[in-house]
């Protein structure tokens, strides 16, 4: 048993609010320790601190691995890493733009706000777009309107 291998069964563990993504590709998946007796041990960093599916994502690791043989000792709170949208994977992005969800903006030091103003629209990938509401259907989205196809669509805010 590898890393790699905890890795791959971790991948099929789908984020409770964006079921098409992975918790790996979501990138909150921070550290993985096999003992010496060879069980598991695994830390996840929440997307925020009072994430409400948090308590539902360490129950569906450790039934993943429990259901792949693979006993497990803690799935824990990474307290000592912070969670960014910059973790998110290149596959994760792309699967959030196919799903209708336009992935956050990679930044640097820190995010400054006004990219949440002229995001690019999933549907027709037009800038003329609009921010309605800074608040979505979680608190990590918000809402905008493409003046370009007329559609409103999620963006997923860069955190």
Same mark, same amino acid.
């Given at each position: ?5 905890? /890795?791959?069964? /971790?991948?099929? #563990?789908k984020d409770p609010e964006i079921p098409v ?14 003992? *010496? &007796? /060879? ?7 929440? @997307?925020?601190?009072?994430?409400? %599916? $948090? ?7 450790? +039934? %993943? ?6 006993? #497990?000792? +803690? #799935?824990?709170? &990474? ?10 994977? &290149? ?6 733009? +196919? ?5 956050p903006t990679r930044y640097e030091k820190t $995010?400054?706000?006004?990219?949440? +103003?002229?995001? %690019? ?11 309605? *509401? @800074?608040?979505? *259907? ?13 559609? %409103? $669509?999620?963006? $997923?805010?860069?955190?």
């Open positions: 048993m590898t890393r790699e291998d905890i /890795l791959t069964i /971790l991948n099929e #563990v993504l992975s918790i790996t590709d979501m990138g909150i998946v921070s550290e993985i320790k096999i003992e *010496s &007796d /060879l069980s598991v041990s695994v830390q996840v960093t929440p @997307t925020f601190l009072g994430c409400p %599916a $948090f308590d539902l994502i360490v129950k569906q690791i450790k +039934e %993943a691995l429990n259901q792949n043989g693979i006993n #497990v000792k +803690e #799935v824990v709170m &990474d307290k000592n890493r912070t969670w960014n949208s910059n973790l998110i994977s &290149d596959k994760g992005r792309k699967i959030l733009q +196919e799903f209708g969800l336009t992935p $995010f400054e706000g006004s990219e949440l +103003e002229k995001v %690019a629209c999933p549907q027709c990938g037009s800038r003329n777009t609009i921010l309605r *509401s @800074t608040f979505g *259907s979680t608190l990590c989205r918000s809402i905008h309107y493409c003046y370009s196809c007329h559609q %409103a $669509f999620e963006h $997923f805010k860069p955190l």
